[in-house]
């Protein structure tokens, strides 16, 4: 009875998709001792031997922790699954352009996890992952809170790390959220951010250090938008910050945290916006997300959040 009680208590996670993005995210996890079992995936097969045998030979020196190649079947008791499956972006490629590559790879492992009767949440990071969340959604037929994608955890941690170092402040004191798509017309929600809990346009006088804080502002926001462009250009693919990211997710969820994140997540009439996955800040707790957090943003915010909405609505359309 007790063994039962342990193993019901197992806390597993399930990653399809084994490439630079999902072992990277394993790596994390796996020094991060949220999880008791973590499951790769992958049709390349001997990607997935060669990662876990890799991983394995790490594990005197992670907290205890399974890491195992699987199957389909192991959807069926995991608390999450996690779809970094698919192409990479190429140089030059918009994330726009993988969509239909994508959508059919996601779609039909959404549809398989939904097959297997997985309790747990979905959590999509492949690109372009608010599409690709919406895909899955529709795919599984899951209540939307459990079908969530990693959308602009990372941005909102790109751009905190250009404000920190602007700033010259602990980014752990700077708040910031990126919102919209994940992707290009993704944008900075100035009007909440702050640094210890002081708007940054009021910080910014207080502070004295900055000449021109509106052109400042534009640039960093740019950098952030054209941030993965850079990365996979210097290297071919983006790994560390978005597995960090993941694991943040995942922390929010294996734990019921009710971490307030910019994750995708379906819209139904909140910001006036319906039918479409993109980030807002949520509270995500061990059913994914339990509430969207309607932030009043400025007029011209909402209407960049509509134009988002807009673009990704578009291209739901088109497949
Ligand atoms: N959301 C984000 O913030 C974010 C950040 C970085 C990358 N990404 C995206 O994550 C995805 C993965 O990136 P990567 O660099 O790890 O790519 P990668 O090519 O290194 O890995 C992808 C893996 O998916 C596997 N795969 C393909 N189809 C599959 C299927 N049907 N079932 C199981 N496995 C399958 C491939 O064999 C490959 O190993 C891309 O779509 C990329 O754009 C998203």
């Known amino acids: 009875m007790k063994s039962k009680i342990i193993r019901e208590q197992r806390r597993k996670v399930v990653i399809v998709g084994a490439g630079a993005v999902g072992a990277t995210y394993c790596y994390a996890l796996a020094q991060s001792g949220l999880a008791d079992e973590i499951v790769l995936i992958d049709r390349n097969e001997d990607l997935v031997r060669g990662q876990v045998l890799d991983l394995g030979h790490g594990q005197p020196f992670f907290p205890t922790v399974i890491i195992r190649s699987g199957s389909a079947s192991d959807y069926a008791d995991a608390h999450i699954v996690v779809i970094t499956a698919g192409a990479a972006q190429r140089p030059g490629e918009t994330r726009l352009e993988l969509l239909r590559k994508n959508a059919e790879i996601t779609g039909g492992i959404a549809e398989e996890i939904a097959a297997q009767k997985c309790p747990g949440v979905m959590l999509i990071v492949s690109n372009p992952v608010d599409i690709l969340t919406y895909v899955a959604l529709k795919r599984s037929g899951w209540d939307k809170g459990r079908v969530i994608g990693s959308g602009t955890v990372l941005d909102s941690s790109r751009f905190r790390h250009l404000l920190s170092s602007h700033c010259g402040i602990d980014i752990h004191n700077v708040h910031a959220y990126i919102l919209g798509e994940h992707g290009d017309s993704e944008f900075a929600a100035w009007s909440m951010t702050n640094i210890a809990g002081i708007n940054i346009d009021e910080y910014c006088p207080i502070c004295g250090k900055c000449s021109d804080w509106k052109k400042k502002r534009q640039t960093i926001e740019q950098q952030v938008r054209d941030s993965a462009y850079h990365i996979i250009n210097y290297k071919g693919s983006t790994q560390f910050a978005v597995g960090l990211a993941l694991v943040k997710i995942t922390g929010a969820i294996l734990r019921s945290q009710n971490s307030v994140l910019t994750v995708s997540t379906l819209l139904n009439g909140e910001f006036g916006i319906n ?23 400025l007029s011209e915010e909402l209407s960049l959040l509509k134009h988002s909405a807009d673009v990704l609505k578009k291209a739901n359309q088109s497949l």
């Open 275 to 297: 039918d479409v996955c993109l980030s807002v800040p949520a509270i995500v707790s061990e059913n994914g997300v339990t509430r969207i957090i309607e932030s009043p943003l």
